[in-house]
């Protein structure tokens, strides 16, 4: 009879003669346990940096809030000093550049420009080290100081542009937190902070994600997209969150059906193009320096000339009965709601403030009174238009100059889409913006923001020398200050 005694010397570990595993089974298990202990570690570090992550996103959201807040009260303390009187401006303003202009100089040297293109030039800088002096703290509190106090003295400037450079400030400072070494990754927590600033700035969170893709990058990293998308629709989440689902414009209940009423396409694109254009081409012209004998005043006497753009700027306020003064939110979306109506003279002076207000060298953005010319001049074209809707007109006329200014026809068309709460819209803004990018690009052949960074970039390499020669844009010019 054959022996059927179980064989276990195969499913069980050959005992010592002192009763314990074989050394081989004990190294085995020993390498499994640290090799979970080793997955448990990275999995537990992954998630720090995610939370990390969500908590920069979270902190643009608030800071972003916070800087409307501020902007809000010092418009209002503006409008209150204008009710008393207005001739006060002709003193405030002047005394309020040149004092701007010295702490900008002194306190918060590097803070002046809108903020979107030292933001697009870090993300061409491979040393660090400058680029840490550029995304500082101290030039991000000084964008969002100079900024409100520069909207007080009646500034025609924005909070977009800077909210953008302080977003990217919160990203890559939590990166350094990070520890991260890698450039591309570094890059990527700029890309995401601007882009979530300028989206929780306008309360736009699908715009800001297209303007990182087409205005700050330039192109789409399949690596960073995630990333990118996260912190934008956080920072965004949290501005509702504290405001509300606001819109810019409110809710737009208004159409642009294929026919005859495309005649506003037509109209607003062309005029919006070549008036956003022309002052693209003007800014980069004035970036390289001002003619004689305004130049060498300007340089030899930067506060001075500050003071007398101020002045320039108050007698332009008075002349247009305060409504140039500021970011023009306030007269964008009363032409939009049809409660004022304001003659050619507001979007002409209107863009003349934002000239001097950028020769001044005040810190702020361009966004909002860009958008407050383009409302301009859709409030004043929709006159002539009366088979169209008055508001779908004001739209159109604004996306037009608004794209013909940054000649981004995407992010001019989904912001403007995202303000007003409205879809059905959006073939007509589309065809606008894309018209107005063809004029514009037919006067100003370099995009603004992409040519005052390659300016930026400039002065950089000149102080530093530590620029990457590589270049998405065709060099152009812009006379910023580098920190």
Known sequence: MADHTPNTS??????????????????????????LRRSARQTQTQWK??????????????????????????????????????????????????????????????????????????????????????????????????????????????????????????MHSFSRVLGQSSISARRSMILAGGAAGM?????????????????LSHSFEQRTSGRTLTVVVLSGVTAIALLGNYTYFGHADVDVPVGTAWIAVLTCGILGGLAGGS??????????????????????????????????????????????????????????AGTEHYPASFFVLKYIAMVVSYCSGVPGGMFAPCLAVGAGIGGWVEQFLPHTNPGAVVLLGTVAYFCGVAQCPLTATIIVMEMCDNQQVTLALLATSFLAFGVSRMVCPRPLYGALADRFLEAVDRKHRGISKRRPKPPATSDERVP
Not at 62 to 91: C, N, Q, T, Y
Not at 199 to 212: D, Q, R
């Open 279 to 336: 002052f693209s081409s003007l800014i980069i012209r004035i970036s390289r320096g001002l003619p004689k004998p305004i130049g060498p005043f300007a340089a030899k006497h930067p506060i001075l000339f500050a003071g007398i753009c101020g002045f320039i700027t108050a007698v332009i306020g008075i002349l247009s009965h305060g409504q140039t003064y500021g970011t023009g939110y306030a007269q964008s979306r009363a032409i939009f």
């Open 10 to 35: 195969a499913a069980s570990p050959k005992p010592t003669p002192g009763g314990h595993v074989s050394s081989k089974h004990a190294l085995r298990r020993k390498d499994r346990i640290h090799h």
């Open 199 to 215: 989206a929780a700035a306008f309360n736009t969170p699908l715009a800001g994600i297209v303007f990182a893709i087409e205005e």
């Open 49 to 170: 940096r995610t939370a990390l992550y969500w908590a920069g996103a979270v902190l643009i959201g608030i800071v972003a809030v916070l800087f409307a807040k501020l902007g809000d009260s010092a418009a209002d303390l503006r409008e209150r000093i204008i009710e008393w009187h207005p001739w006060v401006m002709l003193i405030l303003s002047p005394i309020g550049f040149a004092l701007i202009m010295w702490v900008t100089r002194t306190v918060f040297q590097g803070a002046q420009g809108s903020g979107i293109p030292q933001t697009i030039a870090t993300l061409h800088i491979d040393d660090f080290k400058i680029v840490d002096r550029i995304l500082s703290f101290r030039i991000a509190l000084g964008k969002v100081l100079m900024t409100c106090l520069g909207i007080i003295c009646g500034a025609s400037v924005g909070r977009e542009g800077p909210s953008v450079q302080v977003g990217a400030f919160i």
